[in-house]
């Protein structure tokens, strides 16, 4: 079991650039998280599929970002025209089901740097 | 106001002691989670609890939905044990997500 995967660790951007993270859940797990934590806000959740489609986007910025699930291996994260306080670790997770009672399993996260 | 209050913010403590670390909550929560973040970042599950208590070695955990808190003790600290620790609780509204603590950063001295 490789765990939940994202890709790529690290990413350093221009302001106005875009940038598309990846992750890659745990295989079987029919539920992915994206949250992302920074020193002023700590983890703040984002968004959620189960089985691939949008549950809960309450907490996406409502402009520069979106997410997909195209298929269940993997999710991306897309953010438009990227500002510095963009800037954050971006994290994933996934779970078996995403109902009640449910572990969430992270990946080890993408460092953004919007410069 | 935040759902989910986690104390202390820092805690040291010498390598064979012990103590605990407490989440309180605002609002009526399902389950919680603790996690471990290790120096490289990574979020390390230690405990999902829907009520009552799991231990695991030098850690156990206690949920109490109805008086609304979660502890994390750990006993005979090691050097490993280093690093920020986060309590995540999902409320009973349906909502999948979790909500975080903001954290205990914890240093085991020698």
């Known amino acids: 079991n490789a765990g939940v995967i994202q890709t790529p660790r690290h990413k350093v951007t221009g302001k106005g650039q875009e940038a598309t993270l990846w992750c890659e859940p745990i295989s079987g797990h029919s539920a992915v998280f994206w949250y992302r934590q920074t020193i002023v806000q700590g983890l703040e959740f984002l968004t959620y599929?189960?089985?691939?489609?949008?549950?809960?986007d309450s907490g996406m910025p409502k402009e520069r970002f979106s997410a997909q699930m195209p298929n269940q291996s993997h999710s991306t994260l897309k953010i438009q025209s990227t500002q510095p306080q963009d800037s954050a670790v971006y994290l994933c997770?996934?779970?078996?089901?995403?109902?009640?009672?449910?572990?969430?399993?992270f990946g080890p996260g993408t460092r953004l740097l919007v410069l | 106001g935040d759902q989910v209050e986690q104390s202390p913010s820092a805690l040291s403590l010498h390598e064979g002691t012990g103590s605990a670390l407490r989440c309180n909550f605002t609002?009526?929560?399902?389950?919680v989670q603790w996690f471990q973040q290790n120096s490289r970042g990574s979020l390390i599950n230690l405990f999902y609890l829907a009520s009552g208590t799991k231990e695991n070695g030098r850690l156990k955990s206690t949920f109490n939905s109805k008086e609304s808190y979660s502890t994390l003790h750990i006993r005979d600290a090691q050097l490993e044990d280093s690093g920020t620790y986060f309590c995540a609780a999902l409320n009973t509204e349906g909502a999948d997500r979790l909500t975080f603590g903001k954290g205990t950063q914890l240093i085991i001295q020698p």
């Open positions: 599929f189960r089985n691939q489609a949008p549950i809960d």
């Open positions: 997770a996934s779970s078996l089901d995403g109902g009640a009672e449910d572990t969430q399993y």
């Open positions: 609002t009526t929560m399902r389950a």
